[in-house]
C-alpha cells in the first residue's frame, strides 16, 4: 500500500493550508489514517489520526483547535486542515495508515508511511 501526501507549501502566519493524503493499492480496508510532522532539528510527533471505529480524533496539543483532520472512505483519503497557521508549524507533515491488503488469496495487515510534505510558515 503507497500513500502520497500532499498540499504543503509556503503561507504566511495566520494562513490555512490543507493536506491531503491518498492510499492507493490492494486495499482490503484501512482501519486508522494519520498525521505527523517533524520540525527541523525535532522529533517526528503525532499530530492526530482518525479510526474507521468513527471514535473522535485526538489532537496533539499543539494543534487543538486549529487543525481538523478528515476522510473519505471512497476515496481512501484524509485530508489535513490547518487554520490560523503559526511558524511554529513549520515541518515536514507525514501520514501513515493501517489495515488489511489483499495478497494472493490472503488479508495481510499492512501499516504504511507515505513521503512527507513541506510546510513553511513565515512569520
Known amino acids: 500500500v503507497q500513500l502520497q501526501a500532499s498540499g504543503g507549501g509556503l503561507v504566511q502566519a495566520g494562513g490555512s493550508l490543507r493536506l491531503s493524503c491518498a492510499a492507493s493499492?490492494?486495499?482490503?480496508?484501512?482501519?486508522?489514517m494519520g498525521w505527523y510532522r517533524q520540525a527541523p532539528g525535532k522529533e517526528q510527533r503525532e499530530l492526530v489520526a482518525?479510526?474507521?471505529?468513527?471514535?473522535?480524533?485526538i489532537y496533539a496539543d499543539s494543534v487543538k483547535g486549529r487543525f481538523t483532520i478528515s476522510g473519505d472512505n471512497g476515496k481512501n483519503t484524509v485530508y489535513l486542515q490547518m487554520n490560523s497557521l503559526k511558524a511554529e508549524d513549520t515541518a515536514v507533515y507525514s501520514c501513515?495508515?493501517?489495515?488489511?491488503?489483499?495478497?494472493?488469496?490472503?488479508?495481510?495487515?499492512?501499516?504504511?508511511w507515505g513521503r512527507g510534505t513541506l510546510v513553511t510558515v513565515s512569520s
Open positions: 493499492g490492494s486495499i482490503f480496508s484501512i482501519s486508522s
Open positions: 482518525i479510526s474507521a471505529n468513527a471514535s473522535s480524533p
Open positions: 501513515n495508515a493501517a489495515g488489511l491488503e489483499v495478497v494472493g488469496t490472503k488479508r495481510i495487515i499492512f501499516r504504511s
